[in-house]
């Protein structure tokens, strides 16, 4: 089982990117899914959340309103659509699945309530 993130790059202040998360070996289509980030130094913390049927979105503070996570269950696949960009949101990114809950609306905002990560993909924002 595999979830490869992808999308992450280099980018200016206002920019936006869109990330991608691809599962492979199963399928999450009945799980939650989410991102995290994590930057140098700091403990890895939620980005966005997003439920089994796209039902329900959670984000982060810090990114309510300029970051969109959605997921198309027909691709094993979530995204994570950023826009104006800060250089406070460098950070390596990963996209997680948690198998544990499945078909409920309710999403872990806790890296330890997901069991399957992705290797992460580094967004740098220049100033």
């Known amino acids: 089982v595999q979830l490869q993130a992808s999308g992450g790059g280099l980018v200016q202040t206002g920019d936006s990117l869109r990330l991608s998360c691809a599962a492979s070996?199963?399928?999450?289509?009945?799980?939650?899914m989410g991102w995290f980030r994590q930057a140098p130094g700091k403990e890895r913390e939620f980005v966005a959340a997003?439920?089994?049927?796209?039902?329900?979105?959670y984000y982060a503070d810090s990114v309510k309103g300029r970051f969109t996570i959605s997921r198309d269950n027909t691709r094993n696949t979530v995204y994570l659509q950023m826009n104006r960009l800060k250089p406070e949101d460098t950070a390596v990114y990963y996209c997680?699945?948690?198998?544990?809950?499945?078909?409920?609306?309710?999403?872990?905002?806790?890296?330890?309530?997901?069991?399957?990560w992705g290797q992460g993909t580094l967004v740098t924002v220049s100033s």
């Open positions: 997680a699945a948690d198998s544990r809950r499945y078909y409920v609306g309710n999403v872990g905002k806790a890296p330890n309530e997901y069991d399957y």
């Open positions: 070996g199963r399928t999450f289509s009945s799980n939650p």
């Open positions: 997003i439920s089994w049927n796209s039902g329900r979105t």
